[in-house]
Each structure stands twice: as C-alpha cells, then as structure tokens.
C-alpha cells in the first residue's frame, strides 16, 4: 500500500495544475515554495476528493495558500468547497503572464509567482 506523506505542516500549498502554461507555473511555483521550506505542498484533487488523511492534515494548518493559474480560479474553489479557509491567494494571470495551452515559462515568470506568495505570507 502506498503511503501518504500528507503530514501537517503550519503552511499549506495548493496550487492549480491545470492544462495551460499558468496552471503549470502555479505547480511549479509551489514545487519551489516546499523546495525552499517556505510551505508544504499539498494534494489539491485528495483535498477535493475528502481523502480523510489531506482533510485531517489540513484542519491544523495555519495557512492556507491558494495559487490559481487563471480566474476560473479551479483551486481556490476546491479549498473552499473543502470547507477550509483560503489565507493566502495569488493568481498567476493577476501578474501579468497571459494564458496558453503551452507548458512553457521563464525563470523571471516563475520567480515572480513565488515572490508573490512569498509577500502575501509576509502581510
């Protein structure tokens, strides 16, 4: 059986990952955020699936950090519809990177995402 590593942690990521280059940078943004142990990332689909053991991890975080890809906003709705409070949100289009069924970005865009969460967790 597999095992889950959905220890607490007191920051929690959950980013989008959805089918374009803003959903993947919202991923990746996060990937880097846990790298640097700034937060922990987090299974956004366990979290809207009720998986009990992400459910009962979350309910002791103390942030709760949402990156979107775009303004369907597909994460944050999970969080919500999870019943959990959204502490902290950034949307990667909000800073300017548009759109794209493409799976590519810059260092530079990349870096912009994590700083921006960095400074939401920082107020």
């Not at 369907?72 to 969080?79: P, R």
């Not at 019943?83 to 493409?102: A, I, S």
């Given at each position: 059986?597999?095992?889950?590593?959905?220890?607490?942690?007191?920051?929690?990521?959950?980013?989008?990952?959805?089918?374009s280059?803003?959903?993947?940078?919202?991923?990746?943004?996060?990937?880097?955020?846990?790298?640097?142990?700034?937060?922990?990332?987090?299974c956004?689909?366990?979290l809207?699936?009720?998986v009990?053991?992400?459910?009962?991890s979350?309910?002791?975080a103390?942030?709760?950090?949402?990156?979107?890809?775009?303004p369907?906003?597909?994460?944050?709705?999970?969080?919500?519809h999870?019943?959990?409070?959204?502490?902290?949100?950034?949307?990667?289009?909000?800073?300017?990177?548009?759109?794209?069924?493409?799976f590519?970005?810059?260092?530079?865009?990349?870096?912009?995402?994590?700083?921006?969460?960095?400074?939401?967790?920082?107020s």
């Open positions: 059986m597999a095992k889950c590593t959905c220890e607490p942690a007191e920051i929690m990521l959950f980013p989008c990952a959805g089918g280059n803003v959903g993947q940078l919202a991923n990746q943004a996060a990937v880097k955020l846990d790298q640097e142990g700034v937060g922990k990332l987090f956004l689909a366990g809207g699936g009720h009990q053991s992400i459910v009962e979350t309910k002791v103390k942030r709760i950090v949402a990156i979107d890809g775009c369907i906003g597909c994460a944050k709705a999970t969080v919500d999870a019943g959990f409070p959204v502490t902290d949100y950034v949307m990667v289009t909000r800073l300017g990177v548009q759109k794209k069924h493409e590519v970005w810059t260092s530079d865009e990349l870096d912009q995402v994590v700083r921006a969460v960095k400074e939401s967790l920082e």
